[in-house]
């Protein structure tokens, strides 16, 4: 699926097989798929739960008018992330770029560049996204071996720790072991040496963004005005 307004239109004529109505449920599917993709949902994956529940129930989704009725109370799939958290790990959130000084093409003079603030949450963080985060950080070269173990081993550990304390944990031990001139670390079982380090820099910034007054979402804004709930 390349597009919206693509996914609406097979889920009308492919999924439900409708014969009627079809200018008003494709419009209903329009406005539906932006909610989905804003919790975090791509278009493949909607398409793939939609496919998958057709398979399933061809006599129910036959008698599906709205998009919702199929996909409302399902989360998106391999979310590390829980919904109404406030993260304070970079790797989680959305933010404004700083302001910063940039050459005018036309004048040629240097000036400040800057855009309203804004602070959000992402909506997805998979444990892909967490691998990558641990392979970059540590300068590994992963092997499909070496990830289906490391899966494993991430998901014992988020067991035991939130995932702000993990991905803090990671940067503490990779500036720990720089500062030491030791060997980054290779095995994930030994980032719990790191976690009270970790814990450290969150309250930290936890005390930064109190004093900011920005320990909570600000929410991107179009030019109009309005609330950006789409990215």
Known sequence: MQSIEELAYYFVHRITQAQVGLEARINSAMQAIPQLLEKGWTLIEIKERLDQF?????????????????MAKQEPPNNLMQPDIFYYHNA????????????DPETGQLVRKSEPFYLEMKKRFSMQDLLNYWY?????????????QDEGKF???LGNYTLDEVLFAIDA???IRKEKSLKLLRNAFELDKYVEDGREAIRAKQNTHKMQGINREFKKEFENGTTNYYH
């Open 136 to 148: 970059s950080q540590m300068g590994i070269t992963p092997t499909d071996h070496m990830v289906r």
């Open 54 to 70: 057709a398979a399933n129930y061809p006599q129910i989704v036959m008698n599906v008018y709205h998009i919702d009725e199929i």
């Open 155 to 157: 998901k014992y550990i």
């Open 92 to 103: 989680l959130r959305e933010v404004s770029m700083p302001t910063r000084i940039v050459k």
């Open 173 to 175: 031990s990779r500036a």
